[in-house]
């Protein structure tokens, strides 16, 4: 998005000068016969920000996020799939956010096409890796600007990932994006450009291999159309400490549920809401023996 009242998460833009133009295989030493395999780490998408992992070839997700204002009852969901094309280096995915109007009616808001490459998925040795993978996207505005869903243009997001394993059980996640939307309209039918940015980051701490404790923090400004050619910033500042667990089953479906209360703090207002999350990753082929 991928975190406003008005249209949620909007997978919050990030970018970032580019990567190195060569990926880099992940360079794992096999372990010894005898050796017991530690059980593998969630490397699941936080809530309000990207770890920078792709999927896995031949294994897509289904993403499900709902944010509730308890004080007014407004809401969002988001529903997000997303498909390797062949191999873990190339990416794609579609998010398709919902929002809850004044008068209580829900409305599909503008719905992302999103393309992520796996630039970099480094061994730093002991099994801690660092994940960079950018991400450029393109808004089509199926919401309605005059109802507050959507910016009533096009726009386009470029946006910048990265993960670092910290030991075993701490990991951080980076984020950095911009968002422009050239022909942005509001409710009065002006139009300007508007420019978004985010700047994010993020400590996940892992007591168990399938449950982990995380916070995400996040700096947001906001463009609103207030006049033809004329915009106002909004700033806001969100912290969101959150749980989420992994179940995996035999068949290679993995459920990943979780939680969240994020904090909201603009010079307005302070607002403290919840999110109810859900990943669904499954196999739908077998993979082919290509690398990232």
Request: proline share 7%; glycine share 6%; with cysteine.
């Amino acid at each position: 998005m991928h975190t406003r009242r008005h249209s949620f998460t909007t997978l919050l833009a990030l970018i970032g000068l580019p990567v190195a133009a060569a990926a880099q295989d992940i360079a794992t030493a096999p372990e010894p016969a005898t050796a017991t395999a530690a059980p593998k780490k969630i490397q699941d998408n936080l809530f309000l920000m990207e770890e920078a992992y792709n999927q896995e070839a031949g294994v897509i997700q289904h993403i499900q996020l709902f944010q509730l204002d308890p004080q007014t009852h407004a809401w969002s969901y988001a529903l997000t799939d997303e498909w390797p094309l062949l191999d873990q280096r190339n990416q794609i995915s579609l998010t398709v956010p919902v929002n809850r109007l004044e008068d209580e009616r829900a409305e599909i808001a503008d719905v992302w096409l999103n393309y992520r490459v796996q630039a970099l998925m480094h061994d730093m040795g002991n099994g801690d890796q660092l994940a960079v993978a950018p991400r450029l996207s393109l808004s089509i505005p199926f919401g309605n600007p005059d109802e507050g869903a959507g910016r009533g243009g096009s726009g386009i997001q470029l946006a910048i990932p990265a993960s670092l394993d910290l030991g075993p059980q701490f990991t951080v996640h980076a984020n950095a994006g911009v968002t422009i939307t050239p022909g942005a309209r509001n409710t009065a039918g002006n139009h300007a450009s508007t420019l978004d940015t985010t700047l994010g980051a993020a400590l996940v701490w892992l007591p168990l291999s399938k449950l982990n404790a995380f916070v995400e923090c996040l700096y947001i400004t906001e463009a609103d159309v207030i006049g033809d050619a004329k915009t106002d910033r909004r700033h806001s500042f969100i912290v969101s400490p959150a749980l989420r667990a992994a179940v995996d089953f035999d068949s290679g479906l993995q459920v990943v549920p979780g939680l969240a209360m994020p904090v909201e703090m603009t010079s307005d207002e302070t607002v403290v809401s919840a999110i109810l999350y859900l990943s669904l990753e499954h196999p739908l082929w077998e993979p082919t023996t290509a690398k990232p």
